[in-house]
């Protein structure tokens, strides 16, 4: 019997650590188009926090970055919920991490000789994933892949695109059919774009690719139409009314029978060493495409061997991506400065001499972290190998000692925030450095605010992220507690606003005042205190005033408080500027009502289960039961797994009824989750 490894406090904060930066990385690429460091070590990180997963299974969470795919999208546009989930794809790096897949996908299908499988092979453009989706072959909608499940409603952008077909050609295509596939920009198209803004005056992109996704987030369409996007078709996603042949390499050629555009580079291959051939064979064509490419994806051809491989968490196990070498330069490291990012981490970055790296002229790279600087042991005025992994953000890779100068300087993480002069923290164990100003620090300013009005907060209905960005940038408000401080001629003035618009602001402030010390204690975005740990806090307190004085040990009596986070709830209340803004929260009126001071009832029935809820309720809506449940030691989830004790469904459950049937899930419908709830209370 294999021995289980216990889990400590370190590894379940490093596990947290890893989460968020993910969820920061995919929020600054996915939604922003701004990354901030190369995709080598965004795959570096998301490969660790995959191998703490495999290692301990039980820090798995619903929500983890290893779950899901992407990030959240855009509120400026509508939501599409995807039929089928686009999926991102697992990459390989090498020869033996490629033949690794080989010998898995062999061995998953019963087949001796890796080399005996058929794969399309095709190149990974660098642009942005959408779905497509035509009835009885007309053109009717578009989405961004979004966070796999929901996307963005692109549809009148992507109508601009002159590669799309509004209209299906030809005939027996189905009744719905949802193609999958990328938008781009050629390199062409990218260069006189920048050319012609540069010329007006205007913003220059970094690259095709944040040209490309910036051109189709654009909410006005005519903008869109004078960008030189293009498409590629490499996939579908749901097909009703119709069947489509049965194996990849046909349905592509099925596509185009259609009007659909295909990348000409599609090639059937034999085996591994097909699919490296045709990488090699790329990769010496790659200056010479048309469009950027980061790598080349390999899919199993048969659908009936895709179906029976059938998928991990994130990603297909019948597909792979094989992503191209970073490519290097050397330059002079000028000095290190440091920016603090949107979470309060404090980021070296190295300045340097200009350098050209794959056609792009690079003066800046990241250096994570103070100990990433010292293992480097990177000091200014050094020689440096820099490279852009993925061909996207630049990174110091590692020092040229043998000229490495007589004078040079070390470089060490300030103590006070360069952006509001609070204290910097790292938590032992911990890489990364932080402002402990996060109620009040310019950087971290709007995150704090759009977090504090998030629908599971405060609840801010219409003070949304535009108009938030508008009232920091403008100096309308500074922090949270000066949202309370508007008044209608302030509002009615900005962007976008108007009378109507101002009272209904105003109205939704004077609304928040009223809330939940569970609530307000989430809003406040202490770190690693979630909703339920906030509710945790509340019912064992009763009183934000107690909470604010407990010290470490007493948190730690609190449910599913460790020390690390009873650690930063006790730094985040000991900080001056923190008190003062929940001081002027409390003279703007916010209240909640008294909590009774009681332990769930041990004979809850939902004490210490995991519970998901789905369908439309009848009595209450899913958060109300939620934070009843929660009342109760109840943890509450998304999504239904192994680990369900009970699902409690209303109206129209859907697919995750179907699976917790399958799984053998107790099912509670709402009359008789109710009736235990009541249970509990009176027990």
């Known amino acids: 019997m294999t021995k289980k490894t216990a889990i400590t406090e370190q590894v379940i904060q490093q596990a947290n650590d890893l989460?968020?930066?993910?969820?920061?990385?995919?929020?600054?690429?996915?939604?922003?188009?701004q990354p901030e460091v190369p995709d080598a070590e965004y795959d570096r990180v998301f490969r660790k926090l995959e191998d703490l997963e495999k290692k301990y299974p039980e820090l798995v969470t619903?929500?983890?970055?290893?779950?899901?795919?992407?990030?959240?999208?855009?509120?400026?546009?509508?939501?599409?919920?995807?039929?089928?989930?686009?999926?991102?794809?697992?990459?390989?790096?090498?020869?033996?991490?490629?033949?690794?897949?080989?010998?898995?996908i062999a061995s998953l299908l019963d087949i001796n000789d890796p080399e005996e499988i058929s794969f399309v092979a095709e190149p990974k453009l660098d642009g942005l994933a959408i779905s497509i989706r035509y009835e009885n072959g007309i053109y009717r909608?578009?989405?961004?892949?979004?966070?796999?499940?929901?996307?963005?409603?692109?549809?009148?952008?992507?109508?601009?695109?002159?590669?799309?077909?509004?209209?299906?050609?030809?005939?027996?295509?189905?009744?719905?059919?949802?193609v999958r596939g990328e938008v781009y920009m050629p390199k062409k198209g990218f260069y006189l774009l920048n050319k012609r803004q540069q010329e007006a005056g205007g913003k220059t992109f970094a690259n095709p690719r944040n040209a490309a996704a910036g051109s189709l987030r654009q909410l006005d369409p005519t903008v869109t139409v004078t960008r030189p996007l293009a498409l590629f078709c490499y996939g579908i996603g749901d097909v009703q009314g119709g069947v489509l042949p049965d194996s990849q390499s046909a349905i592509l050629e099925q596509l185009k029978s259609w009007g659909l555009r295909v990348c000409p580079e599609v090639q059937r291959v034999k085996g591994v060493g097909g699919c490296l051939k045709y990488f090699q064979s790329v990769n010496a064509r790659r200056e010479q495409l048309e469009y950027e490419i980061d790598g080349v994806v390999y899919k199993v051809d048969r659908l009936v061997e895709q179906e029976k491989l059938g998928f991990v968490s994130r990603a297909p196990r019948w597909a792979i991506a094989h992503k191209f070498p970073a490519q290097e330069a050397l330059s002079i490291i000028k000095g290190i400065?440091?920016?603090?990012?949107?979470?309060?981490?404090?980021?070296?970055?190295?300045?340097?001499?200009?350098?050209?790296?794959?056609?792009?002229?690079?003066?800046?790279?990241?250096?994570?972290?103070?100990?990433?600087?010292?293992?480097?042991?990177?000091?200014?005025?050094?020689?440096?190998?820099i490279y852009r992994a993925g061909d996207v953000i630049p990174k110091v890779a590692s020092v040229v000692k043998e000229r490495r100068p007589k004078r040079t300087r070390l470089f060490h993480m300030p103590s006070h925030c360069p952006e509001c002069g609070s204290d910097v923290m790292?938590?032992?164990?911990?890489?990364?450095?932080?402002?402990?100003?996060?109620?009040?620090?310019?950087?971290q300013r709007k995150e704090a605010i759009k977090h504090f009005n998030s629908r599971r907060a405060m609840d801010l209905d219409g003070v949304g992220d535009k108009l938030v960005d508008q009232l920091v940038e403008k100096g309308l408000i500074n922090d949270a507690a000066d949202q309370y401080g508007l008044n209608k001629q302030q509002l009615a003035a900005l962007?976008?606003?108007a009378e109507k618009s101002a009272d209904n602001v105003l109205q939704a402030?004077?609304?928040?005042?009223?809330?939940?010390?569970?609530?307000?204690?989430?809003?406040?975005?202490?770190?690693?205190?979630?909703?339920?740990?906030?509710?945790?806090?509340?019912?064992?307190?009763?009183?934000?005033?107690?909470?604010?004085?407990?010290?470490?040990?007493?948190?730690?009596?609190?449910?599913?408080?460790?020390?690390?986070?009873?650690?930063?709830?006790?730094?985040?209340?000991?900080?001056?500027?923190?008190?003062?803004?929940?001081?002027?929260?409390?003279?703007?009126?916010?209240?909640?009502?008294?909590?009774?001071?009681?332990?769930?009832?041990?004979?809850?029935?939902?004490?210490?289960?995991t519970v998901v809820i789905t369908g439309a309720l009848a009595s209450m809506s899913r958060d109300e039961l939620k934070d009843k449940l929660q009342a109760l030691g109840a943890k509450v989830t998304g999504s239904v797994s192994k680990k369900t004790d009970f699902l409690i469904v209303g109206a129209d459950p859907g697919s995750k009824y179907e699976k917790a049937q399958k799984l053998g899930v107790e099912v509670l419908d709402e009359e008789t989750a109710l009736t235990?709830?009541?249970h509990s209370l009176r027990g």
Request: aromatic share 6%; charged share 25%.
């Open 426 to 443: 790292r938590a032992e164990g911990e890489v990364a450095a932080r402002c402990s100003g996060g109620l009040v620090c310019p950087a």
């Open 337 to 385: 400065d440091v920016q603090v990012g949107r979470t309060g981490i404090l980021t070296p970055v190295a300045r340097l001499e200009p350098v050209d790296v794959g056609g792009v002229t690079v003066t800046n790279a990241t250096l994570h972290n103070q100990d990433e600087i010292e293992r480097l042991d990177v000091r200014v005025g050094d020689s440096v190998v």
């Open 509 to 609: 402030l004077e609304k928040s005042k009223s809330t939940t010390l569970a609530r307000f204690i989430f809003a406040l975005g202490i770190r690693d205190v979630g909703e339920a740990t906030a509710q945790n806090l509340a019912m064992h307190y009763g009183t934000l005033e107690t909470i604010m004085n407990a010290d470490e040990d007493d948190l730690q009596t609190v449910q599913d408080i460790g020390p690390i986070v009873a650690n930063h709830i006790v730094r985040f209340f000991s900080q001056k500027h923190n008190r003062d803004v929940i001081q002027k929260l409390m003279k703007a009126g916010i209240h909640w009502p008294e909590i009774d001071v009681v332990s769930a009832p041990v004979d809850s029935n939902f004490l210490d289960k």
């Open 141 to 178: 909608q578009a989405a961004t892949r979004g966070d796999g499940v929901v996307g963005e409603d692109v549809t009148q952008n992507v109508r601009t695109i002159k590669s799309l077909p509004l209209n299906l050609i030809g005939k027996n295509y189905p009744a719905i059919l949802e």
């Open 62 to 104: 619903p929500d983890s970055p290893t779950q899901r795919v992407g990030a959240a999208p855009l509120k400026e546009f509508g939501q599409v919920q995807h039929s089928i989930p686009m999926l991102s794809l697992a990459n390989v790096f090498n020869e033996d991490e490629l033949q690794g897949f080989g010998k898995r």
């Open 19 to 33: 989460r968020q930066q993910i969820n920061h990385h995919n929020y600054c690429y996915y939604v922003l188009d």
């Open 676 to 678: 235990y709830i009541n």
């Open 495 to 497: 962007e976008r606003m």
